[in-house]
């Protein structure tokens, strides 16, 4: 899904029928009576049209002229793309980051079992090298890979009174290797000038791990396009 805020009459008009057209297919109205489920007809212009690669298509047309564009804050608040699954997120994320000019950075995480860990023995089962493998929504990855003029958002609250929450979306403007240098672009401190250095994180839903571990990292991923569900509030 393409998310871009238009400026125009024309564009507000279309982006007022597509709020529309989504809650009717939410409350089921949208195609013959039904019993909760239903096949429906997609408007044409909501399609990408067979294409052996859909995600670069998808990618020039939410970010044209991207090159041109880094740095400017006002194109990247402007648009998003949005994900059902992380998996997807990801590929997208990577596809654009591989767009970007400039030397990559790569930021490695330290990963380790929590102390109040009660399981005996498993330290011995559990090492480094299997937790850095762990990927999932709402926890940076062990490789976290960077470019200045990327677009992230951090992924749990910093400091409030600065702008710095959980959501909040930043331009990388500076990759040091004890803090990230960047500028807010969203919520109530647009333009602040923020370092984010990296901290100790935990899974937001630890039932879904067999252990119980712990992160050290920048708390930041990148985010050209980002899943719905962390969409909600932008």
């Not at 998310?3 to 409350?27: N, T, Y």
């Not at 062990?142 to 702008?163: P, W």
């Not at 119980?212 to 980002?226: L, S, Y």
């Amino acid at each position: 899904m393409r998310l871009q805020v238009g400026s125009s009459s024309s564009d507000k008009d279309k982006v007022r029928e597509f709020s529309e057209w989504i809650l009717k297919v939410g409350d089921g109205l949208i195609g013959p009576p039904n019993d909760g489920e239903v096949s429906i007809v997609l408007p044409e212009e909501m399609l990408i049209m067979q294409n052996t690669e859909p995600i670069s298509m998808i990618v020039r047309s939410t970010y044209p002229s991207l090159e041109t564009h880094l740095g400017d804050t006002q194109y990247f608040q402007e648009r998003a793309i949005l994900a059902p699954t992380h998996d997807i997120v990801e590929s997208v994320n990577d596809h654009v980051l591989a767009l970007i000019p400039g030397e990559e950075r790569i930021y490695l995480s330290s990963d380790e079992i929590s102390e109040d860990e009660g399981n005996v023995g498993v330290r011995e089962l559990y090492s480094s090298d299997v937790l850095n493998t762990i990927r999932c929504s709402g926890l940076p990855n062990h490789d976290l890979r960077l470019k200045v003029g990327d677009i992230v958002m951090l992924l749990r609250n910093i400091d409030q009174s600065s702008g710095l929450c959980n959501g909040t979306r930043l331009l990388v403007t500076n990759l040091e290797s004890r803090v990230i240098r960047a500028t807010v672009i969203t919520g109530s401190k647009v333009g602040l000038k923020v370092h984010i250095p990296r901290i100790t994180l935990t899974p937001s839903d630890v039932t879904k791990f067999p252990v119980k571990f712990e992160r050290k990292q920048f708390p930041i991923t990148v985010c050209f396009a980002m899943t719905i569900n962390k969409s909600q509030g932008q």
